[in-house]
C-alpha cells in the first residue's frame, strides 16, 4: 500500500486505503484465468476499471474544489482527470494485466514441455507464480508510467500544478 499521508493531509480513500487493492483485482484475474471461466477474468477487469474511473472522478473533484477563477478550475479539472484516468489505465490495468497474462501464459507453456506434471499442477503452479509476480512488477510498472507521462502526455498540460499520480 502507498505511504500514510503526511499528518495533517487528507486521507485518500483510493491510495491509502484498502479500496487501492481493487486496482489489482485484473492482476489476480490473469493469474487464475487457466482456472476459471473467461467471465471471472472478465468480472476482474471490470473490478479494476471501476477502480480506475472512479479515483479519476475523485482527483477531478477534489481539483474542482480548489479556490481559483472558473477558466482556471476547468483546466485544473480536466488535467487531473486525464492524468489520473490515462496513469491508472496504464499502471493498474493494461500493462500489470498483459505481464502477467504472459508469465503465467509462458510458464503454463514451459511447465507443460519440461515437466511430466499433471495440468492441475501446472495449473496451480502457474497460479502461484502468478500471484507472487504481482507484487515485484508493481513498482517498476508505476515509475516506467510516471517517466512515460512525464515525458508525453504531461508535457502538454497547460501551465497548472502537476496531478500526483501514485
Wanted: aromatic share 10%; hydrophobic share 45%.
Amino acid at each position: 500500500m502507498s505511504e500514510s499521508s503526511p499528518q495533517g493531509a487528507e486521507r485518500d480513500l483510493f491510495r491509502d486505503t484498502w479500496v487501492r487493492y481493487l486496482g489489482y483485482a485484473n492482476e489476480v484475474g490473469e493469474a487464475f484465468r487457466s482456472m476459471v471461466p473467461a467471465a471471472v477474468v472478465w468480472l476482474s477487469y471490470g473490478v479494476s476499471s471501476s477502480y480506475v474511473l472512479a479515483d479519476a472522478i475523485d482527483k477531478g473533484k477534489k481539483a474542482g474544489e480548489v479556490p481559483g477563477p472558473e477558466a482556471t478550475r476547468r483546466t485544473r479539472v480536466t488535467v487531473a482527470v486525464v492524468d489520473t484516468f490515462v496513469w491508472q489505465a496504464l499502471a493498474s490495468v493494461a500493462i500489470p494485466g498483459f505481464t502477467i497474462n504472459r508469465v503465467c501464459a509462458a510458464s503454463l507453456y514451459v511447465l507443460g514441455t519440461a515437466t511430466r506434471w499433471p495440468l492441475a499442477a501446472r495449473k496451480w503452479t502457474t497460479t502461484a507464480l502468478g500471484l507472487l509476480v504481482i507484487p515485484i512488477i508493481i513498482h517498476p510498472i508505476d515509475r516506467s508510467v510516471d517517466f512515460l507521462l512525464d515525458s508525453s502526455l504531461r508535457k502538454i498540460y497547460p501551465s497548472v500544478e502537476k496531478p500526483s499520480s501514485s
